[in-house]
């Protein structure tokens, strides 16, 4: 009851690497759960700075039922501006809770955890709004650890593609992004310095940048029937929006902090360009549009960091990698 354990960043890479298939079901079910009312997912909570506008702090405390039956909370930073020393944007710790007391029993390293769950929940997007596991060809703007994680987790869904386009602000990443693509992953990797470019003639379109407004304009910048996975969800302008099929992860949440979406519905004061949500695709309610684009915006739901958290934390326990932490608790009785 009173245990407590520490799971650090390379236990939980290392779990995940070997666990990606996996992660990807813990999402899909936790999707449904959450579409179900199994789940308690407030608004997250933002600490911002106003001497670094770009940079922010973000709670994002949850409840998840069924098999889980787990609290905890996830804090997150995003710091932009790490990029240009090679440092990562993101680092955040994961605190997991016992429903039944409320007592924390684990904090894992969350940043490996954070990107594992946004990386499965486009890749299984992805394959429910396309209906397959082949594109002709793959674009990705961003090359950061994101767009990373979501390519390693492609590879583990056996997706093929004739041609991975990289596009990027900075050529350098880029050009690492599509080597690491080619020489590990064995896909046909190139660079395209042009993002229309890029994007035209691209069956799937991912976006994973660290955008804070949109720059993606151009009303006609997507084909119908072009899937757009909108993961760093400020790239794309609310005129596209409007004129696309629009598939959330949670209305409610996507709807707030600026998102595309959210940017669409205070231009034009009404949410009618909201299609549905992943889950219903999952469940056959809503169809993939062939008429216009088809835009997945995913906010990123605590209840995912739970999901994903726990699983690991459990795999941990079970092999050994995890940190047990002796008498973390300084009172466990009242008298």
């Known amino acids: 009851m009173f245990e407590f354990s520490v799971i650090g960043g390379k236990a939980a890479r290392d779990i995940i690497g070997r666990s990606r298939g996996q992660i990807v079901e813990e999402v899909r079910a936790t999707y449904l759960a959450h579409e179900d009312g199994d789940s308690i997912n407030p608004n997250s909570y933002f600490l911002r700075f106003p001497d670094k506008p770009d940079s ?8 998840l039922g069924g098999d889980y039956d787990v609290a905890g909370i996830k804090w997150i930073s995003s710091f932009p501006g790490n990029i240009k020393n090679k440092v990562p944007r993101a680092s955040a710790a994961l605190l997991l809770n016992d429903y039944a007391t409320g007592y924390p029993f684990a904090c894992l ?30 674009t990705i703007v961003g090359a950061g650890i994101i767009a990373r994680n979501i390519l390693e987790f492609f590879k583990d869904q056996d997706w093929h593609t004739d041609e991975l386009v990289i596009h990027d602000q900075l050529p350098d990443y880029a050009a690492a992004f599509a080597d690491y693509a080619g020489t590990e992953l064995g896909y046909p990797a190139r660079t395209e310095a042009d993002l229309a470019a890029a994007v035209n003639g691209a069956d799937l379109v991912v976006f994973a940048t660290t955008a804070g407004a949109p720059y993606v304009l151009d009303p006609d910048a997507f084909a119908p029937g072009q899937v757009v996975l909108n993961v760093s969800l400020r790239d794309i302008g609310p005129e596209i929006i409007l004129g696309a099929q629009n598939i959330l992860d949670d209305i409610g949440h996507c709807m707030t902090a600026q998102t595309s979406p959210h940017l669409a519905e205070q231009k034009y004061g009404h949410r009618d360009f909201i299609d549905g949500t992943l889950a219903q695709v999952i469940r056959g309610e809503v169809k993939a549009a062939t008429d216009k684009p088809v835009i997945f915006s995913p906010f ?36």
């Open 56 to 63: 922010r702090i973000i709670a994002l405390p949850a409840y």
């Open 109 to 138: 390293e969350a940043s490996q955890i954070s990107a594992a769950r946004t990386a499965a929940s486009a890749v299984l997007a992805a394959a429910e709004l396309t209906g397959e596991r082949s594109v002709k060809r793959l």
């Open 300 to 335: 990123g739901l605590g209840v995912l960091d739970l999901a994903v958290g726990t699983f690991v934390y459990r795999t941990a326990k079970e092999s050994g990698e995890a940190v047990e932490i002796s008498d973390f608790f300084g009172e466990t009785q009242r008298w």
